[in-house]
Structure formats: structure tokens, C-alpha cells
């Protein structure tokens, strides 16, 4: 049998790669310009998206030509400072931050609760599964009659119907949180001997904090939207009220424009409370803890 051999291996050729001179590179990183610098804060980006939209509406209404209609944006600004400085307009707005926070902070503990509960058993997760399927299609504004049946006319009839819009999706977001906890933390919290309250509020809360902080917006939202709305029923029935019964008190006299002015203050209040509060909250949070960009 004849001998195989292995063919012998191929000679690589010798490749000498030249180092370029450092000098002829360049400048790695260059210093920003002005524009650049300007464009890169969060702040000058989306006041120019606001001013574009007020140049819209300024230059629309004009062209429309019909206040009664759409009043332009310096006429809905004076109006507004009129309101605020002459007007009963800061006042109605407090009566409402006032029934609106209580409102809010009723449902985000309830909300808490319930969360704590349904992580702590199955038949707790059980109940809150079962009562979001139930409850949080329901709009809270729906329930404004029975309210008023049940409490009367008054803040209490506020506060229930804020209570409902805000328990749920907080709830909701709150569970869907503590289940996306990995099992990796969980054992940690288990090995530290951390059991009930002080295992959800030391190992849960701070994981699923990006998915509460959601829930509290989404809540936030749902309890201002329907505050308003809810004041323009109990205005019409009760002859008081807060924002909401500022803007339907003056849609009656055909004022368009404090009509336009409340509506600014309730985007206003949601601006600020959206940017400030809220990502205020965020950066001293999931953020600082690189949950979140």
C-alpha cells in the first residue's frame, strides 16, 4: 500500500503593517459648537416643538378670523392672565390640586396594598388579576352617578371617582413589575432573610420601579382627565366646582377665549407636573440606578 503523505503547508506570506504617525490622525474629539451645544438640552428642544405649535395656532386663527371660533394664542394668553390676576381662576385651580392630591394618594396606597397583597399569595394575585379585568375597563366617569347617589354632592363624590381611575393602572403596572423581577433577585432578598413588607419594599420595589413609575404617570393622567370632566357634571349640578367648572362657566357666556385660557392651565399643570415632578423623580431613581436611559 502506498504511503499518503500530508501536503505540506501553505507559506503565509509576511505582512508588515506601517504605523501611522499619531500626529497625522487628528483630533480624536473635537469641542462642540455653540448650535450643537444649545440643541443637545432637553429644555431648548422642546420649547422650540412648543413654540412651533404656538406660531400654528397663532397664525391659523388668525387666518380663520373668528374668535368665537378659535381666539388666537395672545388673545387666549391675555385672557389667561386676566383669569390668574383679576379672575377667580388660581383659586379654582387649588380647589382642584386639592381633591386631585388626596384622590391620588388614596388610590396609590390602595393601589400598593393590593400589589403587596397579590405578590405575597396566590389568592392574592388571584383577587387583583380578577378586579383589574373587572374594574379597569370601566371608565371612572361611568361611575359619577352612583357617586353622587352614594356620597352626595361634595368632594367625597370627587375623591371616590379619582380613587377608581388611579387604583387600577397603578395596581396593574405595579404587578406587572414585581412579576417581571428576576429569580436571581428574589433569592438574594430570600437569602438576606427578608420575608413579607421588607422583602416587597426592599427587593420588589426598587426592581420594578421603571414599571410603578409608569403606573403612577398613567394614574396621574387618568385622575386630572377625569377630575375635569367630573367637575363639569358637579358645576352644572351644584353651581360650584373647580377648573373644570371655570371652563364650562365660561363656554355658557361664549367667553371661547377664557375657555381656551383654562384649557392652557389644565396642559399647563400636566406640563409641569409630567417634566418636573415626574422626571425629577426618574433621574434620582432609575436612572442613578442605570434602569433606565
Known amino acids: 500500500m502506498p504511503k499518503v503523505t500530508a501536503p505540506a503547508s501553505p507559506t503565509r506570506a509576511e505582512i508588515e503593517h506601517i504605523l501611522v504617525p499619531a500626529e497625522s490622525i487628528g483630533a480624536v474629539e ?27 395656532w397663532e397664525g391659523y386663527a388668525r387666518y380663520l378670523d373668528n374668535p368665537l371660533l378659535l381666539p388666537t394664542f395672545s388673545a387666549t394668553l391675555k385672557a389667561l392672565s386676566s383669569a390668574a390676576m383679576e379672575g377667580n381662576l388660581l383659586s379654582r385651580v387649588w380647589g382642584s390640586l386639592q381633591v386631585l392630591l388626596l384622590g391620588y394618594v388614596l388610590g396609590v396606597l390602595l393601589a400598593g396594598a393590593l400589589s403587596a397583597f397579590a405578590v405575597s399569595s396566590r389568592f392574592g394575585g388571584d383577587l387583583l388579576s380578577t378586579l383589574t379585568s373587572m374594574f379597569n375597563p370601566l371608565p371612572a366617569i361611568a361611575l359619577l352617578p352612583l357617586s353622587m347617589l352614594w356620597f352626595g354632592l361634595g368632594m367625597p363624590s370627587l375623591v371616590f371617582v379619582i380613587v377608581h381611575s388611579v387604583l387600577w393602572p397603578v395596581a396593574l403596572n405595579t404587578q406587572t413589575g414585581f412579576l417581571a423581577v428576576s429569580e436571581t433577585q428574589r433569592m438574594a432578598g430570600r437569602n438576606y432573610g427578608l420575608t413579607g413588607l421588607p422583602y416587597v419594599w426592599r427587593i420588589l420595589v426598587p426592581a420594578a420601579f421603571p414599571s410603578i413609575l409608569a403606573g403612577l404617570k398613567i394614574g396621574w393622567a387618568f385622575a386630572w382627565r377625569t377630575l375635569i370632566a367630573a367637575e363639569l357634571v358637579f358645576g352644572v349640578a351644584s353651581r360650584s366646582g373647580g377648573l373644570g367648572w371655570f371652563i364650562f362657566e365660561h363656554r355658557n357666556e361664549l367667553q371661547t377665549d377664557y375657555v381656551f385660557a383654562g384649557l392652557m392651565m389644565v396642559i399647563l399643570i400636566g406640563l409641569f407636573v409630567e417634566e418636573v415632578i415626574f422626571r425629577t423623580i426618574a433621574h434620582r431613581t432609575v436612572v442613578r440606578w442605570g434602569l433606565e436611559r
Do not use: K, M
Open 30 to 56: 473635537r469641542s462642540l459648537s455653540p448650535i450643537e451645544r444649545i440643541t443637545n438640552l432637553d429644555w431648548v428642544r422642546r420649547g422650540a416643538i412648543l413654540l412651533l405649535l404656538a406660531s400654528t
